[in-house]
């Protein structure tokens, strides 16, 4: 039997030519690192980032249609002070505290993708 080992990145869309939306607020304001891509697949557009552990890839799409509902979710190692940081950056905060045993917020990206931040308690 096959079993899952882990996440390899996260895959989210963005409108073409954002290229620099999603690197003001995936490396400027959530301190991920640009990744190079593949020359295969540079000229898709799009742009990647990582932190070692968390890998997200930013795909360009014509008819893009932000994720409202689906949405990944980050466990961050202090949350009041990460929410402080995103406050600190203009960026509004959505605070849900439906999940036991966790304290989580939810934030939109630069193009109104749903991202989720909790802290396990």
């Known amino acids: 039997m096959m079993l899952i080992k882990r ?10 030519g954002s290229e620099e939306k999603a690197r003001l607020f995936f490396q400027g304001i959530l301190s991920l690192q640009e ?5 295969e697949l540079k000229k898709n ?3 990647w980032f990582s932190n070692g552990h968390v890998h997200i890839h930013v ?5 893009f249609i932000p994720a409202k509902k689906a949405h990944p979710a ?3 190692s202090d949350i009041e002070e990460f929410a402080t940081h995103i406050r600190e950056k203009g960026i509004s905060i ?3 505290d439906k999940l036991p045993g966790a304290k989580r917020f939810y934030v939109d990206d630069p193009f ?6 909790l802290e396990w308690m």
Do not use: M, T, W, Y
Not at 7 to 16: E, S
Not at 35 to 39: G, S, Y
Not at 59 to 63: H, I, L, P
Not at 112 to 117: D, I
């Open 74 to 76: 980050f466990e961050v």
């Open 35 to 39: 990744v190079e891509k593949p020359h």
């Open 45 to 47: 557009g799009g742009v």
């Open 94 to 96: 959505q605070v849900d």
């Open 59 to 63: 795909g360009v799409e014509k008819s």
């Open 7 to 16: 996440v390899d990145h996260i895959q989210l869309a963005a409108p073409i």
């Open 112 to 117: 109104g993708n749903r991202l989720e931040f």
